[in-house]
């Protein structure tokens, strides 16, 4: 197979892409793990710091705690890898404490500095960069996946479950398994036309007829019961549901004790 062959395979790929919430329930091999979590790891990282980390979750009870804690997504105990990313920045600053980085900086007249926010959000970018390359790697070996996003809730249990130090945020949890049936018979989910979401040069706001157009092919139902529009659907089912509530109260715990100065 030439090299431009292979590119359009990836490209494929990419484009068939479907989040598969329903796995047979066979074991993956050690090998397929070994291979999705080596993709993650050759993803690109900031400075080639690596500043995340990754937990398998094996552990059936951690998995079954984990479908409460997250909303109650059964799909968690029942996918056969499950793998929790980490934004961590403690790794670095635990190796600066045993390399007596603060004694140096105080004698050469340097501040030292303790993460804050945009350490955070860096280690983030790598944490959630790693975890899509897991993503398209564990694709190419007929093995679908799903993002849990609700691992940022309760961020005060996930950190006694998974003994989690200051300087660690779990930023986001996978399920990995083979599809359980056809999984093109799962709908390629449409996405908002081009023009919404990519500009060129400026940033651009969109009028009361762009958002008409720009949901006018989506086959989203309104579903919750009060939404007399997509607006509010969308808002009372999503951004303002009870779920994203306590997301944000538990980010805000969280940042707390990243920020915290002890
Ligand atoms: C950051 C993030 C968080 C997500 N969290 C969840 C989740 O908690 N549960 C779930 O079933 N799907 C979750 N998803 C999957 C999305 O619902 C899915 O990607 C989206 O509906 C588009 O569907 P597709 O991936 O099949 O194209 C998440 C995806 C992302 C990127």
């Known amino acids: 197979m030439d090299e431009k062959n292979q590119k359009n395979q990836t490209i494929e790929l990419i484009k068939n892409r479907r989040t598969i919430r329903a796995y047979n329930p066979k074991p993956l091999s050690q090998d397929e793990i070994d291979t999705i979590i080596h993709g993650a790891m050759r993803a690109p990282t900031a400075g080639n710091l690596m500043m995340y980390s990754i937990i398998q979750v094996s552990d059936q009870k951690l998995k079954d705690r984990l479908v409460k804690t997250c909303d109650n997504q059964p799909l968690i105990a029942k996918a056969p890898l499950v793998l929790l990313f980490l934004a961590d920045m403690q790794r670095w600053y635990d190796f600066f404490r045993v390399s007596n980085v603060k004694e140096k900086c105080n004698k050469i007249g340097r501040e030292f500095q303790t993460p804050q926010e945009s350490d955070l959000l860096l280690a983030c970018c790598d944490a959630l960069i790693a975890a899509q390359n897991s993503v398209i790697t564990a694709e190419a070996l007929d093995i679908g996946s799903c993002y849990i996003g609700d691992i940022m809730e309760n961020y005060e249990i996930h950190r006694e479950m998974f003994n989690l130090p200051k300087w660690v945020f779990p930023i986001t949890l996978l399920c990995y398994g083979r599809p359980k ?81 002890d």
């Open 181 to 261: 049936g056809d999984k093109n018979k799962i709908p390629l989910l449409t996405r908002f036309p081009k023009k919404y979401i990519v500009f060129t040069n400026q940033y651009s706001r969109l009028s009361v007829n762009d958002f008409n157009d720009m949901l006018e092919n989506d086959p989203r139902k309104i579903v919750v019961k009060e939404a007399e529009n997509m607006g509010q659907q969308l808002y009372l089912g999503k951004l303002g549901a009870e779920f994203t509530v306590e997301m944000r109260r538990s980010v805000k715990v969280a940042l707390k004790q990243w920020l915290r100065e």
